[in-house]
């Protein structure tokens, strides 16, 4: 079956410094990868998805590149701000178009 | 804004008791979800709809849920005979299509199972 495995459960880094969460996956298919946030008592939002085209998707200085040689959709960010503290998970879908999540990452970022 | 409105924020039920919660998913959005959150942060996908019909579903939602998505009315999905480990927050989203387009969230009902 599908799976989305995201190794850090948490990562707390100082504001200004550059941000990497991980997101591997497995599928017998080609799914199409999410990353989505969600704060605290929030509905979870969709930050990046990936292209058909393997264009690098970017919103709110955060960008993921889909390597399927790799299955892995890593999310990065130059620069962590004090309000991308959030938790994050990544997500596959294909078929009906059921998302598959990872565990999630809590992202917790310090002045 | 979530334009996923659902009904109600918080349930409480005692255990073998039904629990039913409601879903407006997004205007013109055809395609609803329904995931279940753990206190533990994650994820299960229960079931999904395409206008009234069900696209997919797991094993425990067939035996234990009754869900539907009827046209002009709210989506529901309710538990049969609630259990002490169906306590979680129980999200519905919609999207316009089935795949690769962003899926919008509510903010849940939040269960719990005395």
């Known amino acids: 079956g599908d799976s989305v495995t995201q190794t850090e459960g948490l990562v707390t880094l100082t504001e200004g410094l550059p941000v990497m969460l991980n997101c591997t996956y497995q599928s017998t298919y080609s799914p199409f990868l999410f990353w989505y946030v969600q704060h605290l008592n929030e509905a979870p939002k969709l930050l990046l998805k990936s292209f058909t085209d393997n264009k690098r998707p970017e919103h709110q200085g955060f960008h993921a590149t889909l390597h399927k040689s790799s299955s892995s959709f890593h999310l990065q960010k130059s620069s962590a701000q004090l309000s991308d503290s959030a938790l994050y998970y990544c997500?596959?879908?294909w078929g009906t178009g059921k998302l598959t999540f990872g565990d999630g990452t809590v992202l917790t970022v310090k002045p | 804004n979530s334009k996923v409105i659902q009904t109600p924020r918080y349930l409480v039920k005692g255990q073998g008791q039904k629990a039913k919660m409601r879903c407006i998913p997004e205007k013109g959005h055809p395609v609803v979800f329904w995931y279940q959150q753990n206190k533990n942060n994650e994820f299960k996908f229960l079931i999904n709809f395409q206008n009234q019909e069900v696209l997919q579903q797991i094993d425990m939602t067939e035996k234990r849920f009754s869900a539907e998505c009827p046209s002009n009315s709210p989506c529901s999905l309710e538990i049969q005979s609630s259990e002490a480990g169906d306590s979680a927050l129980y999200l519905c989203a919609s999207s316009l299509e089935q795949l690769n387009t962003e899926v919008f969230f509510g903010k849940g009902t939040r269960l719990t199972v005395v």
């Open positions: 997500a596959l879908s």
